[in-house]
């Protein structure tokens, strides 16, 4: 593994006045370009975890490098200038505007007026923003809008690292969701190193390279991809966190591809009825599809059989399909509305086999 | 109507001279003017400061509050032996009776409530903000000056106003100690037996404190930031909203 660009090394932190460390002898490290996600239940040291990266709280014990230097040889608000911090009620000034609070950062190094206007303008259109909100203040804008701005603001002096504290917190769920996608899009772009707190599991599991589940007390239960960890959960604490809907959680992860799939009732236009019956008997169905050059054209019935060849048929079109990029979760969905339980899938125009419901709960149970 | 038309005439035939309310109100406001700035410069910094760093500033709020349940004419009573101690003294000045004792009473109402409504509004600027602040690696000097105390200038011009307000009404009490001003026509008024004097000297010293209420109200609405929403600027929040537990001064001006 290559240089982690975040590393803590045993790190505890013991607020005065109480017994319990917060965190405990925490170890984990985050590669570059990597998303980092830490979730657990409150009071489990997410967030101070995170405060101690950029100093908002110095830790007991244990060390903190971010891209190889101690946190602590930095002055604190000289590291801060260099990490990104996005809170979740945003935390924008708001007797700033728009505009000036992305400024934020580059203002504090002292850039000058061109380059903070080019960068600021460069920004909005970065996180999707309408520029005519440049001069609006924070209290005209939407929770969305508002969270777009907080996430220019911590990337407005390009830091290779970026902390987020709920960040979708004080948005309702359907913005999130869209937040959480664009989040996404703009890591794929930008290959920042993140970590960000959440509660949510299902959201850890949707925008974590690899998840770190804390217990209270701030003890690492696991540290893992999203896939690993719902596959293989590291005991009885991680498994009832990730919920009773863990296989579920899982196949929103795996794409179809992943999953081999069978060929299914599927015959040509050249073949006899008999081959088709053939088929039709393997899978134990009463239809079956029609091939044409390659081209899966569509479905006939068993019955239809009696009205003459196969190259006659009229085919059936298809109600159902799955793109080979869906996700089994989707393809479940489809499937078992399906009353046939199977669906045909395709790789853009070209079909590629049959999925059926007992293949995803194969691949489960690999 | 007799008394109405002796007031007209009052104003008309006294406007100008050295006893005139031209001169008089310009004493007034002199007064209040350099007592209410002398206060701002004293207690703004101090109150800014101690609410910035979070540290003993309960104390001095207690400490200052025990100047506010002084009455203003006690701070005058024994403000006058001690400037005219001061006048024999030093050497700049000359007179320990009129403007220096007056000033000394108005200095010390001012105090108080200029640095309460410092303190308070630097305490109640919403935590996660300054938070939010500190991570993005602002130093402590600049979060109080581009982040605090923006945020509390609505509390602090507030506190500025009401204070001015308060000083040019009790300005009057200048002329017990020798001063002009307004309160001059008041108290002579009084010695003389002559009401139409009295009226004339409250009704200016009134207008004067209204006149000090809208200039201040003026200078809030330009001065704060249009991102903090113009309910703020006209009330102060109430305390529940604003402070955090057991910060909770009940010196706030309302």
Redesign the interface.
């Given at each position: 593994m290559p240089e982690p660009m975040i590393s803590l090394e045993g790190v505890t932190k013991v607020f005065p006045g109480s017994a319990a460390p917060a965190v405990d002898n925490l170890t984990l490290e985050v590669a570059a370009g990597e998303v980092a996600v830490l979730v657990g239940h409150s009071g489990c040291g997410k967030t101070t975890t995170l405060?101690m990266i950029?100093r908002?709280i110095d830790p007991t014990s244990g060390r903190i490098t971010v891209a190889g230097e101690d946190v602590m040889t930095v002055p604190?608000?000289?590291?801060?200038?260099r990490i990104g911090?996005v809170?979740?009620?945003?935390?924008?000034?708001?007797?700033?505007?728009i505009a000036d609070n992305i400024a934020?950062?580059p203002r504090?190094l002292g850039w000058d007026r061109t380059r903070i206007d080019e960068r600021t303008d460069e920004l909005i259109a970065l996180v999707d923003l309408d520029p005519a909100l440049r001069n609006r203040?924070?209290?005209e804008l939407s929770g969305g809008q508002r969270q777009r701005a907080g996430v220019a603001?911590?990337l407005a002096a390009d830091p290779p690292v970026l902390?987020m504290d709920e960040p979708f917190g004080a948005v309702d769920p359907i913005v999130r969701s869209r937040l959480q996608d664009e989040l996404l899009d703009l890591q794929r772009r930008l290959h920042k190193t993140i970590v960000l707190v959440t509660h949510d599991i299902d959201e850890a599991i949707k925008l974590g390279d690899r998840v770190a589940i804390l217990q209270v007390g701030g003890v690492l239960a696991q540290h893992d991809s999203p896939a690993a960890i719902l596959r293989d959960p590291a005991g009885p604490f991680v498994e009832e966190f990730l919920g009773s809907d863990r296989g579920i959680k899982r196949l929103s992860l795996m794409p179809i591809r992943d999953v081999p799939l069978e060929p299914g009732p599927v015959v040509s236009r050249a073949a006899d009825p008999e081959e088709a019956r053939a088929a039709m008997a393997r899978y134990g169905v009463d239809w079956f599809g029609i091939l044409d050059d390659g081209n899966l054209e569509g479905w006939a019935w068993a019955a239809d059989l009696e009205q003459g060849p196969i190259a006659s048929l009229p085919a059936r079109s298809f109600r159902v399909r799955l793109g080979y990029d869906d996700s089994l979760r989707d393809a479940l969905d489809t499937v078992i509305t399906s009353h046939t339980g199977v669906a045909p899938v395709f790789d853009g125009e070209r079909f590629v086999g049959m999925l059926t419901a007992e293949a995803i709960s194969r691949e489960l149970a690999r | 109507m007799g008394f109405f038309a002796d007031l007209g005439r009052w104003f008309l035939e006294n406007w100008s001279g050295d006893a005139g309310w031209l001169v008089r109100i310009w004493q007034h406001v002199e007064v209040s003017a350099v007592a209410v700035v002398a206060a701002v410069l004293v207690a703004l910094p101090l109150g800014a400061w101690l609410g910035h760093t979070g540290r003993g500033g309960l104390a001095v709020v207690s400490v200052v509050n025990i100047g506010r349940a002084m009455p203003s004419f006690g701070i005058l009573a024994l403000a006058l032996p001690f400037t005219i101690w001061l006048a024999d003294t030093v050497w700049f000045i000359d007179n320990g009776l009129g403007f220096a004792p007056t000033f000394v009473a108005l200095f010390a109402l001012a105090l108080p409530p200029v640095f309460t409504n410092t303190w308070a509004g630097i305490r109640g600027v919403d935590p996660?903000?300054v938070?939010?602040?500190?991570?993005?690696?602002?130093?402590g000097r600049?979060l109080l000056r581009d982040?605090e105390f923006?945020?509390a200038l609505p509390v602090i011009l507030t506190g500025v106003r009401v204070t001015a307000v308060q000083v040019v009404a009790t300005a009057t009490l200048g002329a017990l100690v020798g001063y002009g001003g307004l309160g001059r026509y008041i108290i002579d008024g009084f010695a003389t037996q002559d009401d139409v004097r009295i009226v004339a000297g409250a009704l200016l010293v009134a207008a004067l404190s209204v006149l000090t209420e809208a200039m201040f109200s003026l200078v809030e609405r330009r001065v704060v930031?249009?991102?903090?929403?113009i309910e703020r600027q006209t009330t102060v929040p109430t305390p529940e909203t604003r402070f955090r537990n057991g910060e909770h001064p009940e010196a706030v001006l309302s």
């Open positions: 405060k950029n908002l604190a608000p000289e590291l801060r200038r911090y809170i979740q009620q945003i935390g924008l000034f708001p007797h700033r505007t934020t950062v504090l203040y924070p209290r603001r911590a902390l | 996660e903000i938070e939010a602040a500190r991570g993005m690696g602002f130093t600049r982040v923006p945020l930031s249009p991102g903090l929403g």
